[in-house]
């Protein structure tokens, strides 16, 4: 679902932030991906979500070499990924429900019913009571939250989340878990980048660890897949064999 | 059942929104002064060929004595009553020729003492091709001193005058266009500036360039919907006092502006034009602009 092949990457002459990365994702798969501040974990995600390009090397999405691709099909193929932006990138001339619509709004298919999926999402993240507000008028976890509904009201395939529970207390942090692990469960591959510990050390998943321009895949631990001491619906038989090294 | 559309593109801030219904406004206030100006010109064009078009005056000077002047005028009269194509001869009598002379004689009392040229008013076949040479000619056998005035060369000189003056107002029209084009299409750079963030975030929600380049031209539609119905309006308006100012004495000289159809459908699809146009180029140049960026 994923590829990455030699996959090189540095802004203008500045150093390299990836190094020769090589990894798959596979399909329904929840991986965290780890690093220090600065570490290029944006910077990686970015390549998926195709806000930018490798400077050398190949990223394959849904088995597409991403260079080959028109316009219009990276448009196409920016609808299958829902981001969360680590600086939310929400539109503040719009309001909360305009916001989280938009995905929906650029296919030409919002009616009626999206409106209310979109009502009902804001009332699952808790901002039941905020759909008409604007997003200066929202605390910063608030905001997220209102980016992580944007990222998943158009159902992805795949849901790349950047630093999604750093404004929000635990509680919070849980919900949101859980919920990117809901749609993990119906198919949705997620990846999580975080430099939470509690994050890594209260779950087990699969992580990609970024160190150094370097990418490691570091398998779950031993035991169940996702939040530890909950149980997690049947996942750990797929999980083997999810992350490959190049 | 769909959902209305909204304004994805914030108006705040925008240079767009500040300018262009103001410039549009201008824009569209020369043209249609030029349009309603060309049209009344036109208008007085066809009225002239409907009533002049086949008409011919007849001229001889006074002379002193009265007898002379009449058997003289009665010799033209069989002239030109013989003369194929000529439909209808009148003689204008003493009193119409008073009144033809009086704008550039002065008053009535003195000109009633003058001896008065005479002038006969010919009204000639539409159908038939007419040879004013020949007429002349057979005039000039009877008085020498005749003077023919063919209305129709001088309207055919006026029309081809008048044809010169429509083709430079079309000009005129096209030049406007052309700056419209131009002022859009500078506007939008600098707002397409502004709203860098909205176009990047529509992008990575998976927007087309295409959906985003509709953004713009459904604001700057709106915009210059407004912008050109203020500026066709102020025309009318401007055109309007200005008739009035001229007073009325004067008014049937000048061509007549109403409030007719013949000017408010053409300064519609003018209005129309323009609100069609600058949609049309704003989603034109945000495509170029956006695919440029990418490059
Ligand atoms: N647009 C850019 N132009 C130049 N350098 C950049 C750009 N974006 C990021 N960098 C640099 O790339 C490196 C990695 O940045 P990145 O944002 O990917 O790190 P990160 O792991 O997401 O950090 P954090 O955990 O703080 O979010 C940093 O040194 C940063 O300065
Ligand atoms: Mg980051």
Aim: proline residues 4%; glycine residues 6%; without cysteine.
């Amino acid at each position: 679902m994923i590829e990455f092949e030699s996959v090189s990457l540095r802004y203008g002459n500045g150093p390299l932030i990836l190094r020769d990365a090589s990894f798959h994702i596979q399909p329904g798969s929840f991986h965290l991906l780890t690093g220090v501040s600065g570490a290029g974990k944006s910077s990686l995600l970015k390549l998926i979500y195709l806000a930018s390009f490798a400077t050398s090397g190949k990223v394959k999405l849904f088995g597409r070499d991403v260079l080959s691709l028109s316009p219009d099909e990276l448009a196409l193929l920016r609808r299958r990924i829902g981001v969360v932006f680590q600086d939310f990138q929400l539109l503040d001339h719009l309001s909360v429900r305009d916001n989280v619509s938009l995905p929906l709004r650029v296919t030409g298919k919002y009616g009626d019913k999206e409106r209310d999926n979109v009502a009902e999402l804001l009332a699952w993240v808790g901002l039941g009571q905020y759909v008409d507000h604007f997003p200066s008028q929202l605390s910063g976890g608030q905001q997220q939250r209102v980016a992580i509904a944007r990222a998943v009201i158009a159902r992805p395939a795949i849901l790349l989340a950047d630093e999604p529970t750093g404004n929000v207390d635990d509680h919070m942090g849980i919900r949101l878990v859980d919920l990117f692990e809901e749609l993990n469960r119906i198919g949705t591959t997620v990846i999580v980048a975080t430099h939470s510990t509690t994050l890594v050390s209260e779950y087990n998943f699969p992580t990609l660890r970024l160190s150094k321009g370097e990418v490691t895949a570091i398998p779950p631990r031993k035991g169940k897949i996702g939040r530890r001491g909950v149980k997690v619906a049947a996942k750990g038989k797929a999980d083997k064999g999810k992350t490959n090294e190049g | 059942m769909k959902v209305k559309p909204i304004a994805l593109i914030s108006t705040a801030d925008d240079p767009i929104t500040k300018a262009l219904p103001k410039v549009i406004a201008l824009i569209t206030f020369v043209m249609s002064l030029l349009l309603l100006m060309t049209l009344s010109a036109a208008i007085f064009l066809t009225h002239l060929n409907r009533d002049q078009a086949n008409e011919l005056t007849i001229q001889i000077p006074a002379s002193s004595e009265l007898a002379v002047q009449r058997q003289r005028v009665d010799g033209l009269v069989s002239v030109l009553t013989a003369f194929h194509s000529v439909r209808e001869v009148r003689v204008l009598s003493k009193s119409d020729v008073i009144a033809l002379l009086q704008p550039w004689l002065g008053d009535q009392e003195t000109l009633a003492d003058l001896p008065l040229p005479s002038v006969i008013a010919v009204e000639v076949s539409k159908d038939q091709p007419f040879q004013t040479d020949v007429l002349l000619q057979e005039l000039r056998s009877v008085a020498a001193d005749v003077v023919l005035d063919d209305h129709r060369q001088w309207y055919s000189s006026f029309s081809l005058f008048s044809g010169k003056l429509l083709g430079l107002l079309a000009m005129l029209l096209v030049a406007a266009s052309l700056s419209l084009i131009g002022l859009i299409a500078f506007a939008l750079k600098t707002s397409l500036v502004v709203h860098s963030k909205t176009v990047e975030v529509l992008h990575l929600v998976g927007a087309s360039d295409l959906f985003v380049a509709k953004q713009f031209s459904r604001l700057v539609w709106k915009l210059s919907a407004v912008g050109a119905t203020v500026g066709a309006t102020a025309a009318l308006l401007v055109l309007w006092l200005f008739q009035w100012w001229m007073g009325s004495e004067e008014s049937d000289v000048y061509p007549l502006l109403d409030f007719s159809l013949w000017y408010l459908i053409p300064l519609l699809v003018l209005v129309f034009l323009i609100v069609w146009l600058s949609g049309l180029v704003t989603q034109r140049v945000v495509s170029g602009l956006i695919r440029r960026q990418r490059r």
